[in-house]
């Protein structure tokens, strides 16, 4: 979703973020699993204190990668904003997580659900929680096979010529 979000400019907003401290695009919120040398996937997380004090920063930054390009990409952002990561106190979000497709079904994503949560029980956070699209079948089944349950539906998120809806899916940690 975030190219559809982020529009031509995702790569820059993504790039020149990751080595930015203090906001929720951090390469202190990303965590790499590797195979046979390769990076094979990413996880990003965070939790409430952290989206709380970086989330400005996070603001700043996707305006100054995507330049002029923020201002059509605002209506968007802003209706995101409202129905996705929305966390509570003792929540850690998982934002993004891929895995390149030939290392799928390894379990490599287990592995960096599974450091993510660990960090995140270290961390005082009590629940895990994360934004499902729900077309992602296969993402959703293996959410729900750690023990994710489905808290809601969100409302159709339209970007542009798309329409996004999320299951915001919860896990006690």
Request: with cysteine; net charge positive; aromatic share 10%.
């Amino acid at each position: 979703m975030l190219p559809y979000l982020l529009g031509s400019g995702v790569r820059n907003v993504l790039r020149g973020s990751f080595p930015h401290t203090r906001n929720c695009f951090s390469f202190r919120h990303s965590h790499f699993i590797e195979a046979g040398g390769d990076i094979a996937g990413m996880a990003l997380a965070y939790d409430y204190r952290e989206k709380r004090s970086e989330e400005l920063r996070s603001q700043l930054l996707i305006m100054r990668y995507l330049k002029w390009g923020f201002i059509r990409q605002l209506p968007y952002l802003r209706r995101s904003g409202n129905i996705l990561a929305q966390i509570g106190e003792t929540d850690c979000y998982l934002s993004n997580i891929a895995v390149y497709p030939k290392f799928r079904r390894l379990g490599l994503g287990t592995k960096l659900i599974e450091v993510v949560e660990e960090q995140a029980r270290k961390a005082g956070s009590s629940t895990m929680v994360l934004d499902a699209e729900t077309d992602n079948e296969e993402a959703i089944k293996l959410y729900e096979r750690l023990g994710y349950k489905i808290e809601r539906k969100s409302p159709i998120l339209k970007i542009r010529d798309r329409d996004f809806q999320f299951f915001k899916m919860t896990r006690a940690l």
